[in-house]
């Protein structure tokens, strides 16, 4: 499916993320947020994801789609095929938006919401005209460069809704994956929040402290995760064998105490202080927008590389990130044989007058 305007409600980190992405692959996309910054923190980040392209694409980007500031949802969702609904995880909030969204937007408009946690069975009821049209449609920050986007449906979605969210998704260089049961922060999350927990856990017990744990992680298991997952790692890790005999090796350590995974810290100032305070010192003098561009340049990098392995075919998301850069390409190719219109005039070249006939030729081949 093709998206000729998409339509972005809530313009915040992830909001803005989904509008950087489908500018940047030339889609129109109408905004709505009331926060009176959000033209400049929607500005920001697109300043961010266009510098991350021109490395991905160096030969130049596909013409951008336009940005409008709608002053309602009714007016941002009018005419939209697609819509990405981003506001706080807030379930009356997202009744709230979801039901302007629902009466306003064209019925066969496809609705994402990017919660990270909220089942859509709990957000449909308040859609009364057509619930069928909702799915999750949960990224990862940063949108305009991470693919994975995971799909959920809910009692009320339709199977023919789930499918054409995920042509949507794919049609701007997303990994759609479709989640096989609702489930509350459905498996990114529930992942991540496992390894936070147990973060947690062992930098307030002393054990690490914010710095040591981040490296822990980047210099290992890290750096094997950004190109294989958990279970195919495991299975290398097994050896000849492969799975079964890791299974049978490392399985009776899952009873040891190893973890504190549904044991949580007390979340109070205490902790809180500690976590920030060493954070703090992490970052040293780097501002989050001059982190955000050494995170995209690695991002970048680390993807370019997956796409020149595997005898030149890719693996894992560089394989994606190759076939996402020759569909840029190709945007950016038609950009470049389409001139504007003014352009495109003074590019025609002047017509010659065609000089005048004599009457004695003119009267010549009237009596021919």
Do not use: C
């Not at 972005?8 to 109408?30: P, Q």
């Not at 009744?95 to 990270?116: C, F, M, Q, R, W």
């Not at 940063?142 to 969210?165: D, H, R, S």
């Amino acid at each position: 499916m093709t998206i000729n305007k998409a339509a972005a409600i809530g313009g915040g980190v992830i909001g803005a993320g989904w509008v950087a992405r489908l500018v940047l692959n030339g889609i129109d996309v109408a905004i709505f947020d009331p926060d009176p910054e959000a033209s400049r923190k929607v500005g920001e980040v697109m300043k961010g994801a266009r510098r991350a392209y021109k490395q991905m694409l160096p030969g130049g980007l596909p013409k951008e789609g336009r940005i409008t500031y709608a002053k309602t949802i009714a007016a941002a969702v009018a005419d939209a095929d697609f819509i990405q609904e981003s506001v706080p995880e807030r379930l009356d909030l997202k009744h709230k938006v979801l039901a302007e969204i629902d009466l306003h937007a064209p019925a066969n408009a496809i609705v994402g919401s990017s919660t990270s946690g909220i089942k859509p069975t709990d957000m449909q009821v308040a859609m009364k005209r057509h619930p069928e049209r909702l799915v999750v449609g949960h990224p990862f920050n940063p949108v305009y460069l991470l693919p994975l986007v995971e799909i959920v449906g809910g009692e009320q979605t339709f199977p023919e809704a789930i499918e054409v969210a995920k042509e949507i998704y794919a049609s701007i260089g997303m990994k759609p994956v479709v989640i096989r049961k609702e489930i509350e922060a459905f498996v990114g999350d529930r992942l991540l929040e496992a390894a936070w927990r147990e973060a947690l856990w062992l930098v307030k017990d002393g054990i690490t402290t914010v710095e040591e744990l981040d490296d822990i992680m980047r210099y290992s298991f890290g750096l094997r995760w950004a190109q294989m997952g958990m279970f195919q790692v495991y299975r290398i890790a097994g050896g000849e064998a492969g799975m079964r005999h890791f299974m049978a090796q490392f399985g009776p350590a899952l009873k040891w105490p190893w973890t504190k995974l549904m044991d949580v810290p007390e979340f109070n100032d205490e902790l809180v202080d500690l976590i920030a305070t060493q954070s703090d010192e992490q970052a040293g003098d780097l501002s989050i927008r001059e982190l955000e561009r050494i995170r995209d340049d690695n991002l970048v990098a680390i993807m370019d590389v997956l796409s020149k392995t595997n005898k030149g075919k890719g693996w894992g998301a560089g394989a994606l990130y190759k076939d996402y850069t020759r569909q840029l390409a190709k945007l950016a190719v038609k950009k470049k044989k389409k001139p504007t219109s003014k352009a495109a005039e003074k590019a025609k070249p002047a017509k010659k007058a065609k000089p005048a006939k004599s009457k004695k030729k003119a009267a010549g081949k009237k009596k021919g």
